[in-house]
């Protein structure tokens, strides 16, 4: 008798559970609370509270030693009234915009080939992961050594077109920081787009090839759309991420020749490290911290209204 109570409860059960019992999901609601508690901790402790504190530095008077003053909003009139600021944030977008249009074409198109199943991609993909295992501060070096004009590679190889001053002429430096940040960076993007490429079902391709289509019929009517929120994705990373280019074009260039390559990350670092003007400084962060929410909401916009949308939308 008791055999048959309990199993014809168990169907009543399952519906209740299907149902949603509310003290089950009450619990499990509390328990993915207390999961949370970690990284609410990390991120309130290293990111909400400097921040706050380089805010409230914006409007104070500090020489990074003695005492902290007031200034009101003295300081955000002065690096508003700046024209450096300005040719610092020109600077700034002419890398980001730069950078995009270099590294996005050449990742996305070593992302579609690595995605190949021949073993010979695999190994050139782990060739082309490489750069990105190297500090940025290790490729500036390396790449001030070989671009030497008299001990570079222009005398070691006798390449005479290389035999420039890369670093002492204005144009030339600012492509030269163009091409060394996609250099770098180029190898992380083709991971995400490679990453990207396999999760496109294969069956996709195969009624493409039935109905006579080519490879560059396939790349631009399959591949590119569905790859709609892998290019957005990665491209916030690229455009969010081109504001912290200090170390690279630090060790590089120094911001020279002149101002010409001094982007709002190395201007906020010479004036609070160089000129110990630590609450401009924190205004150009501000600045900066503003910026990149722009750019990631911007970004993100793009994708829809539908965020959990799949990339294989449309199926």
Do not use: C
């Not at 609410?40 to 706050?52: D, M, R």
């Not at 787009?193 to 396939?218: F, N």
């Not at 569905?226 to 491209?235: D, N, P």
């Amino acid at each position: 008798m008791s055999n048959a109570v309990s199993t014809a409860r168990k169907p009543a059960v399952r519906a209740a559970r299907s149902k949603g019992d509310p003290g089950h999901s009450g619990q499990r609601n509390a328990t993915l609370a207390w999961l949370t508690v970690p990284a609410l901790f990390f991120f309130l402790t290293f990111a909400v509270v400097p921040l706050a504190g380089v805010l409230i530095l914006s409007f104070a008077s500090w020489d990074g030693i003695g005492a902290i003053g007031s200034a009101g909003l003295g300081n955000w009139f002065s690096v508003l009234a700046d024209p450096g600021l300005y040719n610092a944030l020109g600077l700034t977008f002419l890398i980001m915009i730069a950078s995009w249009l270099v590294q996005t074409p050449i990742s996305l198109l070593l992302g579609v080939f690595t995605a190949g199943s021949q073993r010979y991609r695999a190994a050139l993909a782990v060739l082309y992961f490489l750069p990105l295992l190297l500090s940025s501060a290790a490729v500036a070096i390396a790449f001030k050594a070989l671009l030497d004009p008299n001990f570079g590679l222009a005398t070691g190889l006798g390449l005479p077109f290389l035999a420039q001053d890369w670093l002492g002429v204005p144009h030339l430096a600012l492509g030269l920081v163009i091409f060394v940040i996609a250099w770098q960076f180029v190898p992380f993007h083709t991971l995400i787009y490679q990453g990207g490429v396999r999760q496109i079902p294969r069956s996709l391709y195969e009624a493409a090839e039935i109905d006579g289509a080519g490879t560059i019929k396939q790349f631009f009517h399959i591949t590119l759309p569905q790859l709609k929120y892998t290019i957005i994705t990665s491209s916030t990373l690229m455009v969010v991420g081109s504001l912290t280019y200090f170390d690279l074009i630090f060790v590089l260039t120094g911001g020279g020749p002149g101002n010409s390559t001094r982007i709002l990350a190395l201007d906020m670092y010479l004036r609070g490290f160089r000129a110990n003007l630590m609450g401009p400084a924190s205004v150009i962060a501000v600045i900066l911290v503003l910026i990149g929410l722009a750019l990631a909401l911007f970004l993100q916009r793009l994708g829809g209204k539908d965020k959990q949308g799949s990339q294989l939308e449309g199926m």
